[in-house]
């Protein structure tokens, strides 16, 4: 059982940044693939980006890809996002995601996913 916490979302003008954070709770985190999702207003649930359990590999969406950096500490059981040069594009609720299969962060079908956070906001204003 993993239990996920997303932190570090706010208010920021464009071509400002922020660091979001996840904080995993158990003792498997290590073991599992990582991924953030955004959810914009009135929107579906997207992929922003994903991250392997043992840090190596790295996928982004395309509309986020030389922008945004994920990463994780796995002593301490935490994930990243490191959002650069934020467009008003980018506003939605940024959730963090676990599953021990990378294929189903990447599938995009949400339901695939075995764990969620409850989501951070993040807002960019023009």
């Keep these: 059982q993993v239990q ?11 071509g400002g940044s922020l660091r979001l954070s996840c904080a995993a709770s158990g003792r498997t985190f290590s073991t599992y693939d990582m ?31 030389g922008r945004f950096t994920i990463s994780r500490d796995n002593a301490k059981n935490t994930v990243y996002l490191q959002m650069n040069s934020l467009k ?14 990378f294929r189903a962060l990447l599938g995009g079908r949400i339901d695939a996913i075995d764990y969620w956070g409850n989501g951070t906001p993040v807002t960019v204003s023009s």
């Design 35 to 65: 991924g953030w999702f955004r959810q914009a207003p009135g929107k579906e649930r997207e992929f922003v980006a994903a991250i392997n359990s043992n840090g190596d590999g790295r996928v982004y969406a395309d509309s986020v890809k």
């Design 88 to 101: 008003p594009e980018d506003t939605a609720v940024y959730y963090c995601a676990a599953d021990p299969n």
């Design 4 to 14: 996920l916490e997303e932190s570090g979302g706010g208010l920021v003008q464009a």
